[in-house]
Nanobody, 123 residues
């Protein structure tokens, strides 16, 4: 099966930086896109940033210019560099992968989630 493991969350002061990492493992044939979502207490889960296997990126307006998503196709990993963090960035951040697995010569597309990593921005 497919597993996504995140790391890099923590407590940071406003204006600080954090870098999140997510590595995928399992019977992965190919990646369509990977990304990051977040969910703050009492709010819906929302898109933060995505990146396709071709390198196209998409960002939420609230993080444009502050966050940068990148990937390592060889390691099947995605990263989120977060700069100029604000208290409103506080949330659980989830890694997301849209990928294909191979099952007896049949390609199966699926969406997978990591377990989440807490990011807290506070003085």
């Amino acid at each position: 099966q497919v597993q996504l493991v995140e790391s890099g969350g923590g407590l940071v002061q406003p204006g600080g930086s954090l870098r999140l990492s997510c590595a995928a493992s399992g019977s992965i044939f190919s990646i369509n896109a990977m990304g990051w979502y977040r969910q703050a207490p009492g709010k819906e889960r929302e898109l933060v940033a995505t990146i396709t296997s071709g390198g196209s990126t998409n960002y939420a307006d609230s993080v444009k210019g502050r966050f940068t998503i990148s990937r390592d196709n060889a390691k099947i990993a995605v990263y989120l560099q977060m700069n100029s963090l604000k208290p409103e960035d506080t949330a659980v951040y989830y890694c997301n992968a849209d990928l294909n697995t191979l099952n007896t010569r049949i390609l199966i597309r699926g969406v997978y989630w990591g377990q989440g990593t807490q990011v807290t921005v506070s003085s």
